[in-house]
C-alpha cells in the first residue's frame, strides 16, 4: 500500500487533523513521513514603515520551524513512525508537488476546511490544484462536522 507518505502541515486544527489520520495511515502500512511547512515568500512582499525584511523572514522562519519540530515530534512520540521534516519556500501547490517528487511519495495528506461565498473565489485552493499535479494520491483531511453529502 503507502510506504512514502508527505504531509503538508501549517500547525492549523485543519492541518493537525490531516497529521493525525495520516500518520495512522503511516502506522497501519508502516510508511515512512516526511512533514513540510510551506513559508509563503514573504520577502517578496512589499513592506512599509522601514521594516527590515530579512528579520520579518527570519521571524516567520523561527516559527515555522518550531511548528515544523513540534509536528515531526508529535508523529515520532505517539505513532512510533519513522518521520522527518522539511520547510518549502514559495507558493504551497508548487512546494507540496516538489516535495512529492523529490521524496518518491505515494500519498500525500492535506488538511482543508469548507469554505463559503466569496472565500471560495478568492482562495486558491491547494487541494484542487494539487489534484492534477501530483504523481501520487491525494487525501484531503476533512473534518467531520464539515461534511453533508451533497453540500458545495
Request: hydrophobic share 40%; aromatic share 4%.
Given at each position: 500500500?503507502?510506504?512514502?507518505?508527505?504531509?503538508?502541515?501549517d500547525g492549523s486544527p485543519e492541518y493537525r487533523r490531516a497529521?493525525?489520520?495520516?500518520?495512522?495511515?503511516?502506522?497501519?502500512?508502516?510508511?515512512?513521513?516526511?512533514?513540510?511547512?510551506?513559508?509563503?515568500?514573504?520577502?517578496?512582499?512589499?513592506?512599509?514603515?522601514?521594516?527590515?525584511?530579512?528579520?520579518?523572514?527570519?521571524?516567520?522562519?523561527?516559527?515555522?520551524?518550531?511548528?515544523?519540530?513540534?509536528?515531526?515530534?508529535?508523529?515520532?512520540?505517539?505513532?512510533?513512525?519513522?518521520?522527518?521534516?522539511?520547510?518549502?519556500?514559495?507558493?504551497?501547490?508548487?512546494?507540496?508537488?516538489?516535495?512529492a517528487r523529490d521524496f518518491e511519495a505515494d500519498l500525500v495528506?492535506?488538511?482543508?476546511?469548507?469554505?463559503?461565498?466569496?472565500?471560495?473565489?478568492?482562495?486558491?485552493?491547494?487541494?484542487?490544484?494539487?489534484?492534477?499535479?501530483?504523481?501520487?494520491?491525494?487525501?484531503?483531511?476533512?473534518?467531520?462536522e464539515d461534511f453533508e453529502p451533497g453540500k458545495e
Open positions: 500500500m503507502y510506504k512514502k507518505i508527505l504531509m503538508a502541515y497529521l493525525r489520520q495520516g500518520t495512522e495511515l503511516a502506522e497501519i502500512t508502516n510508511a515512512e513521513v516526511h512533514l513540510l511547512a510551506v513559508i509563503r515568500s514573504s520577502a517578496a512582499m512589499p513592506m512599509a514603515g522601514g521594516v527590515n525584511t530579512s528579520e520579518v523572514v527570519s521571524e516567520e522562519h523561527s516559527e515555522v520551524m518550531k511548528l515544523l519540530d513540534e509536528g515531526v515530534e508529535r508523529i515520532r512520540e505517539r505513532r512510533h513512525v519513522e518521520c522527518t521534516g522539511s520547510i518549502g519556500y514559495g507558493d504551497p501547490v508548487d512546494e507540496i508537488e516538489n516535495a495528506v492535506i488538511g482543508t476546511r469548507r469554505l463559503g461565498g466569496l472565500d471560495r473565489w478568492w482562495r486558491k485552493r491547494i487541494g484542487k490544484n494539487l489534484i492534477d499535479r501530483l504523481p501520487c494520491s491525494l487525501l484531503i483531511a476533512i473534518p467531520p
